[in-house]
């Protein structure tokens, strides 16, 4: 088996391109680090950002009761599950799209009429450079984590790059 080094799933030998995330393989395609943002980038893993722990929500839930959790909790996303299993995502970016002005009279509606089907998720051990890509070309500000069996385990978000990313320029600058 060989392990992709973006995603950390488990591939066949003499595969090309990751099953899973359809990466190469073979990392000689990439352009060498040139600073140490970059560097740290391709080598730390979705660990280090020290995904918090999600907030799960039933795919039966009305949107006023998700709605209403994520404003007391002040967090952007809820994850849906449905017999224990992760299901959907519901953010406050599905509110503004798909809800907009029509909220109230959705409210009593299921949240799993609205949420974001089938999310894709990343393993802890993904690489944060290909954690940064999959949001940026899925347009998603969070993703789910989830362990070696599939199982959610975190949540990270734009703002936990953005804050990794200002640590790592802030080191880098010591550095030099």
């Given at each position: 088996m060989i392990t992709c080094e973006s995603c950390g799933h488990e591939n066949i030998e003499g595969a090309y391109e990751c099953e899973e995330c359809q990466q190469?393989?073979?990392?000689?395609?990439?352009?060498?680090?040139?600073?140490?943002?970059?560097q740290s980038l391709l080598e730390d893993r979705v660990s280090v950002l020290n995904p918090r722990k999600p907030i799960t929500v039933e795919a039966s839930a009305t949107v006023?009761?998700?709605?209403?959790?994520?404003?007391?909790?002040?967090?952007?996303?809820?994850?849906?599950?449905?017999?224990?299993?992760?299901?959907?995502?519901?953010?406050e970016r599905d509110v503004l799209i798909r809800l907009n002005t029509d909220a109230p009279q959705l409210k009593h509606r299921p949240v799993s009429d609205f949420m974001t089907p089938n999310p894709r998720t990343l393993p802890m051990d993904a690489k944060i450079a290909f954690a940064t890509q999959r949001m940026d070309l899925g347009g998603y500000r969070h993703v789910p984590i989830v362990d070696r069996d599939g199982n959610l385990c975190g949540i990270i978000s734009a703002r936990d790059i953005l804050r990794y990313l200002t640590e790592k320029m802030t080191a880098g600058e010591v550095k030099n």
């Amino acid at each position: 088996m060989i392990t992709c080094e973006s995603c950390g799933h488990e591939n066949i030998e003499g595969a090309y391109e990751c099953e899973e995330c359809q990466q190469p393989l073979d990392d000689t395609y990439l352009v060498p680090p040139s600073n140490f943002v970059e560097q740290s980038l391709l080598e730390d893993r979705v660990s280090v950002l020290n995904p918090r722990k999600p907030i799960t929500v039933e795919a039966s839930a009305t949107v006023q009761e998700v709605m209403q959790t994520l404003v007391d909790r002040q967090i952007g996303c809820a994850v849906v599950v449905q017999d224990g299993r992760t299901v959907g995502i519901f953010s406050e970016r599905d509110v503004l799209i798909r809800l907009n002005t029509d909220a109230p009279q959705l409210k009593h509606r299921p949240v799993s009429d609205f949420m974001t089907p089938n999310p894709r998720t990343l393993p802890m051990d993904a690489k944060i450079a290909f954690a940064t890509q999959r949001m940026d070309l899925g347009g998603y500000r969070h993703v789910p984590i989830v362990d070696r069996d599939g199982n959610l385990c975190g949540i990270i978000s734009a703002r936990d790059i953005l804050r990794y990313l200002t640590e790592k320029m802030t080191a880098g600058e010591v550095k030099n």
